[in-house]
Nanobody, 124 residues
C-alpha cells in the first residue's frame, strides 16, 4: 500500500509561483514513477509532469514546459512540483500519483495510487 499526501496549494496572482509537495509513505520501489496531474472543474484529469525515481528522468506536458519543474528527494520520500509563471488556466486541483511499474506514463490509468489533491487557484 502506498499513501500520498499533497500540500502547497493556494491562491496566487498570475505570474506568481507555488511549490507543491507530495509526501510518500508505504511500499514503493526504486523503479517507480511519480506523476502530477490536474483537474479543472468540468474537465478531465490531465497529465502535468512525471519523474522516474531511479533515474530522475522527467516528462512534461507541452503547456507547462519551461514553467514547471518536477523533482524528488528520495531521502525525504517527497516529490515536488515547482510552478513558475503561473497562468489562470493553471487553476485546478493538483494530484500526486504513483506508478510502481515505472513507465513514465502520461495516462491516469497507469497510476495505481493517488493523493487527495490540493487546490491551485491563479487569479488574473
Amino acid at each position: 500500500q502506498v499513501q500520498l499526501v499533497e500540500s502547497g496549494g493556494g491562491l496566487v496572482q498570475a505570474g506568481g509561483s507555488l511549490r507543491l509537495s507530495c509526501a510518500i509513505s508505504g511500499r514503493t520501489f526504486s523503479s517507480s514513477t511519480m506523476g502530477w496531474f490536474r483537474q479543472a472543474p468540468g474537465k478531465e484529469r490531465e497529465f502535468v509532469a512525471a519523474i522516474m525515481l531511479i533515474s530522475s528522468r522527467t516528462y512534461y506536458t507541452d503547456s507547462v514546459k519551461g514553467r514547471f519543474t518536477i523533482s524528488r528527494d528520495n531521502a525525504k520520500n517527497t516529490v515536488y512540483l515547482q510552478m513558475n509563471s503561473l497562468k489562470p488556466e493553471d487553476t485546478a486541483v493538483y494530484y500526486c500519483a504513483a506508478d510502481l511499474a515505472g513507465s513514465l506514463s502520461d495516462r491516469p490509468v497507469d497510476y495505481a495510487y493517488w493523493g487527495q489533491g490540493t487546490q491551485v487557484t491563479v487569479s488574473s
